[in-house]
């Protein structure tokens, strides 16, 4: 009972109504967990009831709940963590840790990952490579590393800046051999959420730069940014540190470098003895590759 009163919904029936907001359909969260459509429907259905209104309207991308809800979004997020934090904290450094980084850092940091795995045995980390800024909440993320600092949300997140990265113009050679009317351009896709990120990838201002042309193609993989520029499609910006795994990759002009900065985010207060462990492992192996 809450001090009013008022019963407190079970919290399978809160669960459901995080799992049709984070997927926007009743088939999709039902069998993610692991009940029938008719079953989640019912419980939102008391949920609704519970709260005298209805809860969901329906968008381009599926069910949502309603603009006037986010206060309930966001306590049914901070239910999941706590009840996350109830199975996990009866066995210190144990448990699945989902985290997120771009691919080309995953394969950066490899070593870290082995490291912590060897250290702390009874952790399981799930990796994944998302080639966008995950919202840690909703994607269910435990800690993300990403080329930027939040600028939204961030009383609610642990931050920590592992270090600059330096991202240059690079291009073949045999492309700067060509003689060109105008550039032509590999630029980052922007299709993702960027907006509440300090990200140097927003703008892609190329006159920093002095250079300039048309954007021919584009890509939200680094990887394949780079894979493109060392066959001679044009000009990329690209972390010093990957352009270097590319012999035919000279920086243009040679000179003029950006810094730019790595984050680690994490949903965690950082206490944990693994949690600072991992942070300082990132830091030296960032500052490792700057050198």
Known sequence: MTRDGAATPPWDLIRCFLALERHGSYEVAAELEGIDDST???????????????????????????????????????????????????????????????????????????????????????????????????????????????????????????????????ASRAYLAQEHREHQLLAMNLQFFHQDHDFIYAQQDWSRFGLAGRVRLQSDSFAQLARWCALGQGLALLPRFLADEHPQLVANPADVFIDTELWLVSRFDMHAVWQRDLADLLQAELARWSQ
């Open 40 to 170: 989640l429907r019912r419980r939102i259905r008391q949920l609704e009831q519970h709260f005298g209104r209805a809860l969901f309207v329906r968008s381009e991308s599926g069910w949502r709940a309603s603009a006037d809800l986010h206060a309930l979004v966001s306590a049914a997020q901070r239910m999941e963590v706590a009840a996350r934090s109830f199975f996990q904290d009866h066995q210190a450094d144990a448990g699945t840790i989902r985290i997120s980084v771009m691919d080309v850092f995953a394969q950066r940091f490899a070593p870290v990952f082995a490291t912590l795995s060897e250290k702390y045995p009874r952790l399981v980390l799930d990796i994944t490579t998302e080639a966008h800024f995950v919202n840690l909440e909703q994607d269910q993320v435990d800690i993300a590393v990403r080329l930027a600092r939040p600028v939204r949300n961030s009383n609610s997140l642990r931050v920590r800046k592992l270090g600059n990265v330096a991202v240059g113009a690079y």
